[in-house]
């Protein structure tokens, strides 16, 4: 049973460019979550989705990022127009159960850089 | 507001030696306590997940204690070892809400030396 699987591992992209980070859940997994992870500081929520629907998005910032969970295929999380401060860790975990009832598996997270 | 609060920031101890981390939350209403170990580059790992009427929960060399009364808890480990050598992060989830209501401290770094 494979954990929570993230691609790229590694992104490079140029201020202005477009950022698609995906997460697979854990089998039997429906609930998902993003975090962000800037050097040196902790983990910062952003969206929580389960299956076709955001049920929190009130770590997102307004404009530029995106998040979808389709009922096939795996969670993105899309940032649009990158720019220097985006760069970061951003690591997805997923759950069987309500966050708040159980353990969170974390994926080993995407690391952004923006040149 | 919700916090979780860490210390210390950072630790170095000689590989064998006990070492114990600290959390005090103020995280209202509280449902559990989690701590996790972040290797440096990966993602966190659980080490236990702790109830309001749990008081000490033990995972191997791993002791995770909680007061809920003093709204602190500590993680103890025993005769450390180089792979220990990392960051551990303590998460408290409160009892209504969503993923939002899981308040990360931002983690202990721990450093193993020979």
């Known amino acids: 049973n494979a954990g929570v699987m993230q691609n790229p591992r590694h992104l490079v992209r140029r201020r202005g460019q477009e950022a698609r980070l995906r997460c697979s859940p854990m089998k039997g997994h429906s609930h998902v979550y993003w975090y962000r992870q800037l050097p040196e500081e902790g983990l910062k929520f952003m969206v929580y989705l389960q299956k076709e629907n955001i049920i929190d998005e009130s770590g997102m910032p307004k404009e530029r990022f995106s998040a979808e969970f389709p009922k096939e295929g795996p969670s993105i999380l899309r940032i649009q127009q990158v720019v220097r401060g985006d760069s970061a860790a951003y690591f997805c975990?997923?759950?069987?159960?309500?966050?708040?009832?159980?353990?969170?598996?974390f994926g080993e997270g995407s690391r952004l850089t923006v040149l | 507001k919700n916090q979780v609060e860490q210390s210390p920031q950072s630790l170095i101890i000689l590989e064998g030696k006990n070492c114990t981390l600290q959390?005090?939350?103020?995280?209202?209403?509280?449902?559990?306590l989690r701590w996790y170990k972040q290797d440096t580059g990966r993602g966190p790992v659980s080490l236990t997940i702790m109830t309001f009427s749990e008081n000490t929960k033990s995972n191997g060399r791993y002791t995770a204690t909680l007061d809920a009364d003093t709204k602190q808890s500590s993680l103890h480990i025993t005769a450390s070892q180089l792979s220990d050598s990392a960051s551990y992060i303590c998460v408290v989830s409160a009892a209504t809400g969503t993923a939002s209501k899981l308040t990360f401290g931002t983690g202990t770094r721990l450093q193993v030396t020979l």
């Open positions: 975990a997923s759950s069987p159960n309500k966050p708040n009832t159980g353990e969170l598996f």
């Open positions: 959390c005090n939350y103020t995280v209202s209403p509280f449902s559990n």
